[in-house]
């Protein structure tokens, strides 16, 4: 089955500065990509995916990029915010049939931005 | 707000028990999803209702069981409560089975 490792586990950086999170996958029938922003005490929110025909995907300050021949991922925050401090967690799945419940979350990524 | 609502957000019981936690999903989602969240595992996922039936199922304990009723709102009962139960247990619907997931606040279930 699929298999997400995802790293670091933990990032610190300044306010102003980019942060990268990255993550591979192992199954190569996966091509859906989403990346979820947990804060604290709430649920994960949907904040950006990417489909396997698509190398690159950007809303506003942050990008996730796609490499299928290598089977990583990448999320890329720029201009960090307070607001952006929190766990994100990437995922992996393939489309199709009940697709939805074989999507595989990574171990997460608790981001603090220093003010 | 994702629109997703899970209820009670805190649930404290002891071991040997049986609790029900509820989810209604968004409005139009067909879909719905139980999630465990605990801090070594991440997000494992339990099982899948797709319009009032069940369409999937993961690493869910032969103690846990969930339906969705007609109006789709779902229902996850466990029993036989262990302290190992103790965790973030999270409800997400999505449109259809290939659409993305949004996710509820969660319960915190704590046994003691």
């Known amino acids: 089955g699929e298999n997400v490792e995802q790293h670091p586990s933990t990032l610190s950086v300044q306010e102003g500065d980019s942060a990268v999170i990255k993550c591979t996958y192992s199954?190569?029938?996966?091509?859906?990509f989403p990346w979820y922003k947990q804060e604290l005490g709430k649920g994960p929110q949907l904040i950006i995916d990417?489909?396997?025909?698509?190398g690159e995907k950007k809303d506003q300050r942050i990008a996730v990029t796609l490499n299928k021949t290598a089977k990583h991922f990448s999320l890329h925050i720029t201009e960090t915010q307070p607001e952006d401090s929190a766990v994100y967690f990437c995922?992996?799945?393939?489309?199709?049939?009940?697709?939805?419940?074989?999507?595989?979350f990574g171990s997460g990524t608790r981001l603090s931005i220093r003010p | 707000d994702s629109g997703v609502t899970q209820t009670p957000k805190h649930l404290i019981t002891a071991t040997g028990q049986r609790v029900t936690l509820r989810c209604s999903p968004r409005?139009?989602?067909?879909?719905v999803y139980w999630y465990q969240q605990s801090l070594d595992q991440g997000l494992q996922f339990l099982i899948q209702y797709y319009n009032g039936e069940e369409r999937a199922k993961g690493n869910i304990l032969e103690r846990f069981s969930a339906q969705q009723f007609p109006d789709l709102h779902s229902e996850l009962n466990l029993s036989s409560l262990e302290l190992g139960d103790s965790a973030l247990y999270f409800c997400?619907?999505?449109?259809?089975?290939?659409?993305?997931?949004?996710f509820g606040n969660g319960t915190r279930l704590t046994v003691t």
């Open positions: 199954d190569s029938a996966s091509n859906y």
């Open positions: 409005s139009g989602d067909l879909s």
């Open positions: 997400a619907s999505s449109v259809d089975y290939n659409s993305p997931l949004h």
């Open positions: 995922a992996a799945s393939p489309t199709g049939y009940s697709s939805a419940s074989k999507i595989i």
């Open positions: 990417i489909r396997s025909n698509v």
